[in-house]
Each structure stands twice: as C-alpha cells, then as structure tokens.
C-alpha cells in the first residue's frame, strides 16, 4: 500500500526519471522477504515497468536518446578492472573511458590501447527496463500476453530512438522543432505516445486482490485476457 502511493505521487511524467524508478524498485525489492501476495508483489513491480516504458517512450518521443537510452540500452553499473589493483573503478557513463582513465595509464602511452590490454569491465546492473524485464519474465507470475505487450513496447521505444536520432541529424531539435503537416500522420505513427492506462489498470486489479485475493486480475498467469 505504502508503495502504491509512493508511485501515484510520481505518476506525473515530469517527476519520472530513472532514479525515481530504481528507487521504486529497490524498495519493493525489499519487502520481498514480508508475508505478503506474490501476485501483489509482481503486479506491483509490473507497475515500476509501466511507469519505467512511459518514461523511455517520453524520452524517445521528445529526442531524449541519451535517457532512453540509459532505460534501455545503457548498464547502470559497470565496474573496470585494472590489472594488478584490487580495487575496481565505476564507469562513468556520460563520459568518455580514454578521458576518465588518462591517469590510470602510464604517462605518454595510448591510453586506448592501455584500456585494452590491462583492464576488462565487468557489467554489475544491466539496463533498468531490460532487467526489470527478465525479472517479470523469470517470476513465472503474470500472463504471456501481458509480457507480450512489454517486450512489444520495448521494440518501439528503440524504433522510435533510432527514427528520432535520423530526424536529428538534420535537426537537432527533431521533432519538437516541428514538422510539415502532410509529414505528420508518419511522424505520429513512429512515436510511441504511451498513456498510464495499463498502469491504472493494474492499479484497479492490485486493489481488487488487496479485498479479495480470489480476484482474478488479466495481468496473471492462467487468468482472463488482456
């Protein structure tokens, strides 16, 4: 219940941003272990995915690579271990590993060629939205079709950063900057345009199960369909 309110205080897009949803999902990882409904519990954690896909969608539709990127694709922690040094350094994402490790290397050599041949990187966190997906996946909880729809959603949020990051090559502030009106029915249909509707219908279901655990929810394995 406390989680609940916690994400309908950050269901307005402009509160969501990745710390906000592993915030979420670390404090909903951690009642993991509390008497409680698994059905709950993973309907919940489908919840953190929806906001998670709104909140890349967004980002994609409004030329945001980098931070839907980071959703996405990025790891969120990755570790470089360097020969000899027991102590591992975090890579910084937004910065280049020739300019964050110049003084690790030994003074004049190339230090790409230095990362090479001394260091290996080791990925601790993946991307939030792909782990968030195999975890659902992996709980052998909720519906096919319901993962179906994620991993759908999933392949056009990264259409629509590759369709928008063409448009910015000749526009930096593509689409926003606008498009000519005959262009905009194609524009419309390669943008995701996410909505909260299947995450205030998993809403209405958790608060269903909440009064009755015999409630059958859509979203749930061997349940009625979406």
Known sequence: MLLTRNLHEHVFDHYLGEEVLINQMEQLESSEDLDGSIEIYWLSMSRIMELALLCAGNYADFGQIREAGDLMVNPRHTEVHINGIWEPVKVNRYEGMTDQFIDYAPAGT???????????LVHIKGPL???LYEMLKGADTLSELYLSSIDLRMQKIAQTMTFVSY??????????????PEENDFVEANLCRYDRKIYDQIAHDISKL???MNYRSRFLKGKMSL
């Open 110 to 120: 190339n230090v790409a060629e230095w990362l090479r041949d001394n260091t290996h």
């Open 129 to 131: 939205i792909p782990d």
């Open 167 to 180: 448009g910015q090559m000749m526009d930096p502030n593509y689409p926003l900057s606008g498009v000519p």
């Open 210 to 212: 909440l009064e009755n």
